[in-house]
């Protein structure tokens, strides 16, 4: 075997190889994600001065526009790498306002002496990597997976092999081959697993999508068994930006097992490293390797979810082992393009929702027998409907088209049957017909956390606050780092009075993420309950600012300002608002709220006769919405009620 020396950098216990992009600690490897490992590549380079943060984001993304809270983020990574502790500059020091300096010796490394050595273990296993080892078919239980081609150390080669006779005696190393056809052992007690986004080996940013195309694929398979509460993909991907341990992962997300892996691209070909890991005890529970094509992406998915519905020896029925093995598109350029929708759709405002109806058109042009992203997009269109980004009538008219075209092309999908039971809710104010359609939506996936969470919504709106309450813990307990999730629960406690259960919710959320804007609202209107008004005033104000100016946001501070008994600012901002209404949609439920706050209650009962007609999506709260309890007593009001069919 011949080598290729290149220059490589020494500091402390700390090697890096540039040529092939690997950080060593101690002889093993350390992972990095190729934009952290640029960022480090700079700062060693430029050792001793100071590099600034124009020049690291310059030489880091070439040019491109991206936010400054990503450089931060990798110099947060690569502290955390490198061992620094708070207020210890070991490596690389922050110069306020400028940039930053790699503090440490650098030595560099050229010819014969650069040689590295690298050796990897894995709880129960050695892997070592060959950079050719992808294109090998060989079945090997010792893996290629990131060691150099230069020349081994013959007494570190030694030891390897002792170390690997002995597991091998023990009989402690997994078959990993993609070719083998035995079934994993099987584990029993489990009930609540986490699939975590995979890592990449030596594959660019672009590939993104790839990686979390192949985890939410597994997770939507996973998920139709019954028996087996799978944590979706939204709940996971906060991992993706992170070097994750499994095991805490696991036990934050509150499971017994996670399946980690890796994806490595090479050419035409993938490999796919997985692990499904004991969360309690920390040990492997089985491990295996799978190797194809490029295009054959979908039958890597199909072959991970058998063997690890395998390994947890679940009895599956001839109706799951089909939803198992049924890829939802032939198209893996559609597949990365749903998910992109996805990624936007959860983000809950009117900018993102607009985009991720172009990336579900996208798909759909590919594919326009893809199911999923017809159900994507219908769910698109409720965000509209909901956050004023169109007429009500417009967007959940197109809702229900998309949804309805989904369940023309797989009536079994939970995610349409949920939307059009949110469609009836919401907009068709046909409640019985509603409860329906989430029925059904939880018979197909029992694991659809949205089916629970619209659900609840849905019960809240009639006055079952108690039985909402449930339904939205259940949906907690499917997805609890969700924010939408969390943030609806808070919603459904505020309707239910319960103020100081649903303020800790809030403060519990933030601490997951501090800028969504839906909680900082919620936080507002429990504020706002207690009479905290200038507190409520600036939840609202960062509300609006991260929502880039929801309407529905204005009318609360417009009514907030009312009544704190500052008349003038409330008026102003309901002039705004009726301002803002000639340039973009803006319900007339959000004007009557301010009017309601300003004690004008034949205006209030005017814009709301306006919504009425408008069919405005807050209407079905007219029943449990604190902020027009003052109107319960007035005969309009209650035959507002009738109309919209909300229980007397």
Known sequence: ?????????????????????????????????????????????????????????????????????????????????????????????????????????????????????????????????????????????????????????????????????????????????????????????????????????????????????????????????????????????????????????????????????SVQKAGDRIRVVVQLVNVREGSALWGETFDEKLGDIFTVQDRISEHVAGALTLSLSKAERERLTRPETSSPEAYQLYLKGRSYWNKRTQETAKRAIGYFQQAIDLDPNYALAYAGMADSYIILGVYSGLPAGEAFTKAKAMAEKALQLDGSLAEAHTTLAYVKFRYEWDWSAAEEEY???????????????????????????????????????????????????EWVLYLARRNDDAITHCRKTLEIDPSFFATHKYLGLLYMQKRMYEQAIAEYEKARELSVDDPHILALIGHCYALAGKLDRARAALKELKELSKRKYVQPYSIAMVYVGLGEKDQALAWLERAYEDRSSYMVYLKVEPIFDSLHSEPQFVDLMRRVGLPQ
């Open 439 to 489: 029925r059904r939506a939880i018979e197909l996936n029992p694991n659809y956390a949205t089916a629970y969470q619209w659900a609840a919504l849905n019960l809240a709106a009639m006055g079952r606050l108690d039985e909402s309450i449930s339904e939205m813990r259940r949906a907690e307990e499917l997805d609890p780092l969700s924010l939408i999730i969390n943030s609806n629960t």
């Open 1 to 261: 075997m011949s080598f290729v020396t290149s220059e490589n950098y020494e500091f402390d216990q700390f090697r890096v190889d540039a040529k092939h992009r690997f950080l060593i600690r101690d002889g093993e490897v350390v992972e990095l994600k190729p934009k952290v490992f640029e960022t480090l590549m700079v700062l060693i380079e430029s050792a001793g001065r100071i590099v600034t943060k124009d020049e690291l984001m310059q030489a880091v993304w070439g040019g491109r526009i991206v936010e400054e809270n990503n450089l931060t983020h990798n110099i947060s990574v690569l502290r955390k790498i490198l061992g620094e502790q708070p207020g210890d500059h070991r490596y690389i020091l922050t110069i306020p306002g400028r940039g930053y300096r790699f503090v440490a010796d650098v030595k560099a490394l050229t010819g014969e002496g650069s040689d590295l050595v690298v050796a990897k273990f894995t709880h129960s296993e050695i892997l070592i990597e060959d950079e050719t080892s992808i294109d090998d078919s060989d079945s090997r239980s010792v893996e290629a997976a990131v060691v150099e081609r230069h020349v081994i150390d013959m007494r570190l080669l030694a030891a390897i092999l002792a170390v690997f006779a002995i597991l091998a005696v023990s009989g402690l190393i997994y078959s990993r081959s993609s070719s083998s056809s035995k079934q994993p052992a099987p584990v029993s007690e489990v009930r609540k697993l986490a699939v975590l986004p995979f890592k990449s080996i030596g594959t660019g940013s672009e590939d993104e999508y790839l990686q979390l195309g192949i985890v939410d694929a597994v997770i939507a398979r996973l998920s139709n068994v019954k028996g087996m509460t799978v944590r979706p993909t939204s709940a996971v991907l906060k991992y993706a930006a992170s070097e994750q341990d499994p095991l805490a992962a696991g036990r934050e997300l509150a499971v017994d097992v996670v399946l980690n892996g």
